[in-house]
Structure formats: structure tokens, C-alpha cells
């Protein structure tokens, strides 16, 4: 065939790397590996896991079956080393099925329970589900379904949202079953806002079977969806363990990941190349000469590097398993940087690209833009960036600045509804062998002498048969003004085809039985069927034309799931080729194991992860692609860990949570920790030494700049003892804490803090809604944005001042005040000041670390920063003035109690009291 056709030509050739890029629609052999892929596991009856399907069935959400049999799962090991590669993947396959299908079984086991449940904050129920219509998208067929929020309690403002996410698993019912018998089980396609906001919301979604799927628009059905957890973040990996099994034998790393053999040796490619260029990247002035890298390296740091930054930088160049630890402001992300940086100065023509990765889009962005300063030639995969510039080099942008080409052996290729104001028509029924030849002849005859209002000479004879016995088939949604919730999330559009699915017909119900519609369905003469039975002989009709043609329609979900997956591989083909000349190429942790196929159709060497140890063990040993040879781990343990859906698997026995960083830091594998700090003034860094021991602080956190209004003080504990309270989702406040806050927040502004270099953190969600209200009311503020964040979003940012918000008061527990790591995160994010809020009381007989952060802060110590006295210093008058309750912020305008005198334009002493 002509490739200048468009047409796919067959070939068995393997992929080869093109030199310069051919003409405009050349055709070139298409890479093999990418469907070789997807060739499918090796079924192995003897491991019960290589069988599961990647969506779990319905079985296994309603708690029946087979499936649904007790599972003996395996910890993560976080001790000592595996007794073997199939055990630790078969493990962590296990427990991230668990948690990602036990939230859903669990929601479906509580609806069954209690059919007429409301919402609750683990699971949201929507009732008066019916199907509206299809779309055939390029990613099988979706289907719209329309809902009713009515158990929420609440208006939903879906802009801010976190419900029915795309990729969210769900589970459906029929509304008279409500889970006793039947389940369904479905993945959110697309939550277009314009669709969730009119009345009632409408969405798409995947029937996760296509034995299970639906079309008929008057079933109504109930759907369930769990809050906890986020399906698509762990449907790929669990594919890639299960692919990863077939393989298993050519499991790069295995040696030191399964069995923790600590001394790691040198990449392969290292060994055959060692000399490399490392002057250029670490110093810009540099001349650029090689050096052999495993003999040779400098003793001594170039650029702007400090020793131990510089001993990590060799160990990532030099060991195929690398592990580096940055505690807060140590320049982890500055040497990975540095590490891609003469990576890439190195590369040769034909190498492949190198893969980065981060757990998060936003931290990913962050290593992008760094890299974009001296490398353009990356692509980021995945579509959730918010940077104008990075957007620019996203897989989907870059192929649509691309000529079009053929991929010769490609499965890439090129692959209206009636009037629906009637009931369906007697030649449907006749079709499927429903009514006879005799019973169609007999409605016609008998619908001749009929005459009814707006009658057609071309209207169906059911209708003059049917007469007052169809009804109109409607749906009632009851009107749903709540007050309204806050809640975040983004929206999507699904593209395709849409067929609208209405019948706006049915029978009217009456006490004829099934047995007697039967009955009546065996006269050839319809009309001797009595008037009142005609309805519910009808509806029999339409059940038995629905099962008849669910049959068909069920056959052909299967073959366009079939071809929708052959359209994919084919797009991952085309996209192989178009990878294949980047030199980087970014994605989430997630997305490693999303695009896994088309990555490892690159056949990269080199994996880089940042934020490694936020990430749970899975998805980082999915990373282990046949072809690596170096991977870089590049995080601290001792900041937030990976989540977990089921908090039971948190922690002891199974730690789920326990990073694969975390886990070969603690069994000795060799890794280098940095240890100068260039964030935090040296009062500030302090607080992290009961965490980190000794840590060194660079020259420039020596010239900090003071805080405006605070003198000397950079670091403060206001302790308290108000109480704390609960808002309506269970979440911690501390309303007199929170007034205390705004008051102290303006005396910084009012002695000249920016607004912009001020955050305030919290643990919990109900203290920063309350604080956000607080700072929304003070009409100082209108107009401008006030960075209230919790802990946890906070991870990897940092500003000039934070103000810490704990809360917990007067209770023995204190929650996630608890969690060191929480805690390690939210006293290393200021610069220059960080003052903090809360009972130091309660939370130092709680907790030891908040007792030795006590012991720093207060204690014998000569600048004592404790107190339950907020010292504060009048910038103009330089005398410190003290706050203990909220009340005294009604007179302070960030001045002290003498006058303020200063001269005014007219030539008088201002008469207020001292003022910022």
C-alpha cells in the first residue's frame, strides 16, 4: 500500500532510531515493543493475583464469590530482605488492591445495610440514576447518566468538588435491589461543569464489563462513591506489578530493592563511557573537559556546591541505585538539578531520553522549570500543568506542532437518532420475533378505524392499540437549594459521538401480572387484549425486546472496547516515535505507571524520582523498567510519607505507608544525607534538630532580614489553654486561636510584612476554613489574597513568615500533631520568621517531640520563646508591648500604647495612639 495514502503497511521490521527527522508523512517501521507490551501475563493458576482483572468485579465490591474469599496479605517488609522477587511484587499488589477497592466494598456493604442512608463523609450516594444517552469516545463507549445529589444535604458547587473525579470508581445498583443482588461496577469517563450544574447533573461514565452494560433509559438505579481514595492513581500500577511478573527474572535492581545488597554498583553505561564533562554544568565559567568519573573525580566541590552536596553528586553519578536525603532547605532538588544538568551535556545521539518523576504535578512543574533554563528539548506527559510555558511542551502540544506520519505495522488506522415522541414501534417488536406476522397484521387492521387528536396517516398502530394506556416516562427531582459547600476539584470534557437515549414512553402499571401479559402476548388478535392489560402487555413487550437486543449491544461494547484498545496502543506507537528524539521526558509517580508501555518502548536507562519518599513502594518499583540501569531516589523520609486509602494498613503490620526510600534508608543501603541548610535563620533551623540531629546552616540564612515588628524575636510559642471544638465534618478549630492569629497577622502588615510573605499553616481543614473567614471579614484585607494552607499542601514550599496554627487544647490526644512527620514539615518552612500558636501545655505532656521542641523554645534558655505572652516590638518607638487575648487587638494598629505625634501634612502632631 502507498504510504503517501495515510494507509498502515504491515511489517515485522524492528524499530530503529532515525537520524534527522524524514519529510513531511514519511513512513516509518513502527516500534514492535510498545503491543508486545500488552501481550498479557502469564496465567499461572497457582497465583491467584495474576488473574484478578484491573478493575475489580462486582463480586468482589458486594462481598460474594469467589473473589470475595479472605485474603492473607503479606505486609511491606520493611525489615530485612525478601526471600524473593514474586513474593514482594505479589505482596504489594495485594495490599494496593486492598486499598483501593476495600473504601467502595465497604461503602456498598453500608448502602446494603441501610438503603435510605445519607451521605456520610466516607461515601456519596445518588439516587434517581438513569441513563440519557452514549458516547463513543476514543476510549470505549461512555455512558451519560443523570442523577439526583438529594442525600448530600447540600448544595454541591462542583467547581471546587472532589466528587466523581474522572477516574473514579463507582458502584451501581438497581434502585429496587439497592445492592442485595445486583452490582455494577463503573469508572467516572468525564464530569463535564456545565453538565454537573443544571438540574439534575449529568456525567459519563465506563461500564467496567461490557457484560454490564446498560442502555435502557427508564431502569433507575442507585450509585455509590467512596471519598477516601482515588482509583486512578493505583488501577496502572497494580497492571504493571501483575506485567512486571511475566519478567520478573530481568527485574533491574532487584539485588539491593528485594534483597538490600548495600553496596550498589556502577550503571553499565558508566562503566563502558566513564568520562564525562561535569565542569560545565557545575560551573558555568568552566571549560568543559572530560574526566573519568569513576577514577578521577575532584576532591574538592566546583560551582556553587558545598561538600557533602558534592559527595552526593558523585554517588548519582556513579551508583545505579542512588539514594539522597535533603532535610528542608538543603538543596535536594539544586543537586538533582545539577545531576540532569551533566547528564544531559553528556548524552550522545541515539541515547535514550532520561526519565523524571515527582509525586506530585506541581513539584514535577517546579523540576521542569528548573531544567527548561538549559535544556528545551523535554516533553511532559499527563495534562495537569498550570504553567503557561511547561503546557507548551506537553506530549499532546508537541504532536500538534508535528508533521503527520505513517507508522508502517501500526494498529493505528482510521476507524442520528428517530423521533422519540412515540412508543417503540410493532416492527421493532416483529424484528426480534416479540409479536407475530398475525398479531402486526391485526393491530394494523384493527388501528384503521381509529381516530385520535393529531393523528398521522404514518403513525404506529401501537398507538390507537395502546390509547390511554401510555403514559409519559418522567423522571421527578426534587428541587435542591442547600447551603453551600466548599469543596475543590477540577473538571473535564469527554469527546465523541453522543447518541441522546430517550423513551419518553411507557404502559401504564396496573395489576395485570407478568403470567397474564404472557397469557394475552399468545392471542394473534391484539385487540381481544382488554384495554386495562395493554399497558403492562406492553411494558412486558419492551423488557423482552431489551433483553433480546442487550445481547447485541453488549457483543458490540466488547468488539469497540477491543478496537478502543488497539486505537490506544496504535497513539502510543506514533507517540514512541515522536519521544524518541527529546532528551527529557517528565510525568507524575502516576504517570509512570500509566504510560509504562510507551516509557519502556524508549528503552530509557536512567529513572530521577523527587519527593521519592512521599510515595508508597509500588509505584516507584514500577519504575523499574526492563531497560534501567540508574535510579535516582531523591527525598526525606523524616517529611511526609505516601497516603493511604484503608488506614488500616498504615503503620503496624502492614505499612503500607513506608516508602521504598524510607525502607532501604533504614535497612542500610548506601546513601548520602545533606546536611547545610540555606532556608531557615539559625533560631528557626534549631527546632529541626530533635528530628535531624546536627545540621549546618550555609552563610546566607546568617543575614536573614528581622521581622518587622517582632525586634529580634524571629521565633515565637503563644501558648494557650482555649479550648478546641469540632465543625460539621469532624474537623478540629480553635475559634479564639484563629482571632488571635488574624490580630498578630495585621500587626506584622501594619509594621510593613508584606501580605505575600506571610502563610499561616494548619493542621486541619476546620481551622483553616475558620481563619479564612476571619481574614475574608477584616476590611484591611479586601482585595488582596492571604495563603492560609494546611501542613500537608505545604510540602516543598516555603516563605518569609509562617504562623503555625495547632489548635489542640486542653484534650490528652492531639491528632495529627502526633505524626513527626507532619510535624518536621510544618516547623521547616520559614525564612525568617516562624511563630507558632497552640497549648504547649497539653501537646508537651502529649508527645515528646513537641516536649523537646518545648524544652528549645522555652526552658532555661536566655532568649526564651515561649510564652503566654505574645511579645511584640513597636517599629517606630522600638519599646515591646505584650497580647495575651484576641479582645486586645481592637485598639492596636500595630503601633504600642504611647502617642504617635507624628507630624501630618497640615503641619499638626497626629492625635492617634502609635500606629503602623
Known amino acids: 500500500m502507498d504510504p503517501s495514502t495515510g494507509s498502515i503497511i504491515p511489517s515485522n521490521r524492528s524499530f530503529q532510531k532515525q537520524p534527522t527527522k524524514p519529510a513531511a508523512n514519511p513512513a516509518v517501521p513502527v516500534n514492535q515493543d510498545v503491543k508486545a507490551y500488552f501481550a498479557g501475563v502469564t496465567l499461572d493458576e497457582s497465583q491467584p493475583w495474576l488473574l484478578n482483572p484491573e478493575i475489580p468485579s462486582p463480586d468482589e465490591i458486594m462481598g460474594t464469590g469467589s473473589e470475595a474469599e479472605f485474603v492473607d496479605l503479606l505486609p511491606n517488609g520493611i525489615d530485612g530482605p525478601w526471600s524473593s522477587k514474586n513474593e514482594y511484587l505479589k505482596a504489594h499488589y495485594e495490599l494496593l488492591r486492598e486499598d483501593a477497592v476495600a473504601p467502595l466494598r465497604d461503602a456498598v456493604a453500608y448502602v446494603r445495610e441501610y438503603p435510605e442512608m445519607q451521605d456520610t463523609k466516607l461515601m456519596s450516594i445518588y439516587e434517581k440514576v438513569h441513563i440519557v444517552g452514549i458516547t463513543f469516545t476514543q476510549q470505549g463507549v461512555a455512558t451519560r447518566i443523570q442523577f439526583s445529589t438529594i442525600r448530600s444535604g447540600k448544595n454541591i458547587v462542583w467547581e471546587y468538588s472532589k466528587r466523581l473525579r474522572a477516574d473514579t470508581i463507582v458502584a451501581l445498583s438497581p434502585a429496587d435491589d439497592s445492592f442485595r443482588n445486583k452490582c455494577v461496577i463503573a469508572i467516572v469517563a468525564a464530569r463535564p461543569l456545565n453538565s454537573l450544574k443544571q438540574q439534575p447533573p449529568e456525567i459519563d461514565i465506563y461500564f467496567a464489563r461490557s457484560i454490564d452494560a446498560e442502555f435502557d433509559p427508564h431502569q433507575e438505579w442507585v450509585m455509590v462513591e467512596a471519598r477516601d481514595g482515588y482509583f486512578e492513581s493505583m488501577r496502572h500500577t497494580m497492571t504493571a506489578l501483575q506485567i512486571m511478573i511475566n519478567n520478573f527474572a530481568r527485574f533491574p535492581l532487584a539485588e539491593h530493592i528485594c534483597f538490600l545488597q548495600p553496596n550498589t554498583d556502577t550503571p553499565e553505561y558508566v562503566k563502558v563511557n566513564p568520562d564525562m564533562d561535569i565542569q560545565s554544568a ?439 489553654n482555649w479550648p478546641e471544638s469540632n465543625d460539621s465534618l469532624s474537623s478540629k478549630y480553635n475559634e479564639k486561636e484563629a482571632e488571635m492569629i488574624v490580630g498578630f497577622f495585621m500587626h506584622l502588615v501594619f509594621n510593613g510584612v508584606a501580605v505575600k510573605d506571610i502563610t499561616v499553616l494548619t493542621f486541619y481543614n476546620g481551622q483553616r476554613k475558620k481563619l479564612l473567614k476571619l481574614f475574608k471579614g477584616n476590611s484591611y484585607l479586601q482585595g488582596q489574597y492571604v495563603n492560609v494552607v494546611t501542613v500537608d499542601s505545604f510540602q516543598g514550599e516555603e516563605n518569609e513568615v509562617v504562623i503555625l496554627s495547632l489548635v489542640r487544647s486542653g484534650r490528652p490526644t492531639i491528632g495529627f500533631l502526633s505524626i513527626e512527620n507532619r510535624v518536621c514539615v510544618a516547623i521547616s518552612r520559614a525564612r525568617s520568621g516562624f511563630y507558632i500558636f497552640g497549648d504547649s501545655t497539653t501537646l508537651a505532656d502529649a508527645d515528646s517531640l513537641w516536649w523537646q521542641i518545648a524544652i528549645l523554645m522555652g526552658g532555661n534558655n536566655p532568649k526564651r520563646r515561649l510564652g503566654f505572652y505574645l511579645p511584640l516590638t513597636c517599629t517606630k518607638h522600638g519599646n515591646v508591648i505584650y497580647k495575651k487575648d484576641p479582645s486586645e487587638w481592637d485598639t492596636a494598629y500595630g503601633g504600642c500604647d504611647l502617642s504617635c505625634n507624628e507630624r501630618l501634612g497640615c503641619g499638626h502632631g497626629c492625635p492617634l495612639s502609635c500606629h503602623g
Open 282 to 720: 557545575t560551573c558555568p565559567s568552566g571549560e568543559g573537559n572530560k574526566i573519568n568519573i569513576l577514577e578521577n573525580w575532584p576532591k574538592d566541590p566546583t560551582g556553587d556546591l558545598d561538600a557533602i552536596q558534592w559527595r552526593a553528586l558523585e554517588q548519582i553519578l556513579t551508583k545505579s541505585l542512588a539514594v539522597i536525603q535533603g532535610p528542608p532547605g538543603t538543596g535536594k532538588t539544586f543537586v538533582s538539578v545539577i545531576a540532569l544538568r551533566i547528564l544531559l551535556t553528556n548524552m550522545k545521539a541515539g541515547d535514550p531520553p532520561l526519565i523524571v518523576a515527582s509525586q506530585t504535578n506541581h513539584a514535577l512543574d517546579q523540576l521542569l522549570r528548573h531544567i527548561s533554563h538549559f535544556e528545551k528539548n523535554y516533553i511532559r506527559l499527563g495534562g495537569r500543568s498550570n504553567d503557561p510555558e511547561i503546557k507548551k511542551r506537553t506530549l499532546f502540544t508537541v504532536r500538534q506542532n508535528e508533521s503527520i506520519i505513517t507508522i508502517q505495522g501500526s494498529l493505528l488506522r482510521n476507524f442520528a437518532a428517530g423521533n422519540d415522541d412515540t412508543p417503540l414501534p410493532s416492527e421493532l417488536f416483529a424484528k426480534y420475533g416479540l409479536l407475530t406476522t398475525a398479531q402486526c397484521d391485526s393491530l394494523a387492521k384493527g388501528a384503521k378505524g381509529w381516530i385520535r387528536p393529531n393523528n398521522e396517516e404514518d403513525d404506529d398502530p401501537l398507538l390507537a392499540w395502546l390509547g390511554d394506556q401510555l403514559v409519559p416516562f418522567e423522571v421527578h427531582h426534587s428541587a435542591e437549594n442547600f447551603r453551600r459547600a466548599n469543596e475543590e476539584e477540577e473538571h473535564e470534557v469527554l469527546k465523541g459521538p453522543f447518541i441522546c437515549l430517550r423513551e419518553r414512553f411507557c404502559g401504564l402499571s396496573t395489576s395485570t401480572s407478568e403470567e397474564a401479559s404472557w397469557k394475552y402476548l399468545k392471542e394473534p388478535n391484539l385487540w381481544k387484549i382488554p384495554v386495562k392489560a395493554r399497558g403492562e402487555v406492553y411494558n412486558t413487550l419492551r423488557r423482552l425486546l431489551k433483553d433480546k437486543i442487550m445481547k447485541k449491544f453488549r457483543s458490540l461494547v466488547t468488539i469497540n472496547t477491543s478496537n478502543c484498545k488497539d486505537l490506544r496502543i496504535g497513539k502510543w506507537e506514533r507517540d514512541s516515535y515522536l519521544l524518541q528524539d527529546a532528551k527529557l521526558i517528565g510525568m507524575t509517580t502516576t504517570g509512570l505507571s500509566k504510560y509504562r508501555a510507551l516509557i519502556s518502548s524508549l528503552k530509557p536507562k536512567v529513572v530521577l524520582i523527587e519527593e521519592a519518599a512521599e510515595v508508597i513502594e509500588a509505584p516507584i518499583a514500577a519504575a523499574c523498567l526492563d531497560s534501567l540501569q540508574h535510579m535516582i531516589l531523591v527525598g526525606d523520609h523524616k517529611q511526609l510519607r505516601g497516603s493511604c486509602s484503608v488506614q488500616g494498613l498504615q503503620g503496624e503490620p502492614f505499612f503500607l505507608d513506608i516508602s521504598m526510600f524510607e525502607r532501604l534508608v533504614n535497612n542500610a543501603i548506601q546513601y548520602e544525607i545533606l546536611r547545610r541548610q540555606r532556608r531557615m535563620a539559625p533560631e528557626i533551623r534549631r527546632l529541626l534538630e530533635p528530628i535531624y540531629g546536627e545540621l549546618h546552616d550555609y552563610q546566607s540564612v546568617l543575614q536573614r532580614p528581622r521581622v518587622p515588628g517582632m525586634g529580634n524575636v524571629r521565633s515565637y510559642f503563644f501558648s494557650h
